[in-house]
């Protein structure tokens, strides 16, 4: 099977793009609006760039009726966010925090989680999170699609403070993944959660190339 997403109807019943490009890290992205309101929303097109400084992007969907996502807006007005790891514990407030509300509701709430204070901004972490990000906003690629819908907005930002539950760091100072246990999109409705990982070291890498891929200080 093969057909061209540019000027053809897919074959399948479902399309399989956001399928193949699997597991895709979540971006569990918290903001803060003029007015003081916290937002709270996942975002699955979530990536980081590069680690001296370590930076970080995301793309965010328009909405349906064509604006920007309250996300966007926020960053945008306040030059702060928030990327809170999202594990399979948290699942169901993830979950809802990916539905629609009005700006003037608090998403924390919604999502039934707890507010804890930044250090370099004032935009909320949530404290269940074993790991965030506080993310310095750089700019924003806006790049225009067939729909509304499809239209994003991608993200650029530098990570100005790492955050990292104590309990979860191994002897070893690596993080105990299979402990926290983070989920990944698989598209459809589908997640996928990591209770295992292994390890493989480049064969003839050099002292300073192994170094810098297992991300050493």
Not at 108 to 121: I, M, Q, R, Y
Request: negative net charge; proline residues 9%; charged residues 20%.
């Amino acid at each position: 099977m093969h057909y061209s997403p540019l000027s053809e109807t897919c074959p399948l019943p479902f399309s399989p793009f956001k399928s193949c490009t699997v597991p895709r890290p979540i971006g569990w992205i918290s903001t803060i609006s003029k007015t003081g309101v916290a937002n709270l929303a996942p975002y699955s097109q979530w990536q980081n760039l590069t680690f001296d400084p370590p930076m970080v992007m995301f793309s965010a969907n328009q909405t349906i009726d064509g604006n920007k996502k309250d996300t966007t807006k926020n960053i945008e007005d306040n030059g702060w966010f928030v990327w809170n790891m999202a594990t399979y514990d948290l699942r169901e407030a993830v979950n809802k925090s990916a539905m629609y509300v009005p700006p003037e509701e608090d998403e924390f709430e919604t999502a039934g989680v707890t507010k804890l204070a930044s250090v370099e901004c004032d935009v909320p972490r949530v404290a269940e999170s074993p790991c965030h990000f506080e993310c310095e906003y750089l700019s924003t690629h806006r790049i225009p699609a067939n729909t509304p819908v499809a239209t994003i907005d991608v993200i650029f930002a530098r990570v100005a403070r790492i955050h990292i539950d104590d309990k979860f760091i191994l002897p070893s100072g690596k993080l105990d993944i299979p402990k926290i246990r983070p989920i990944a999109r698989m598209g459809y409705y589908d997640y996928a959660v990591i209770n295992e990982t292994f390890e493989m070291q480049v064969p003839g890498a050099t002292e300073a190339e192994a170094k810098g891929l297992e991300g050493k200080t």
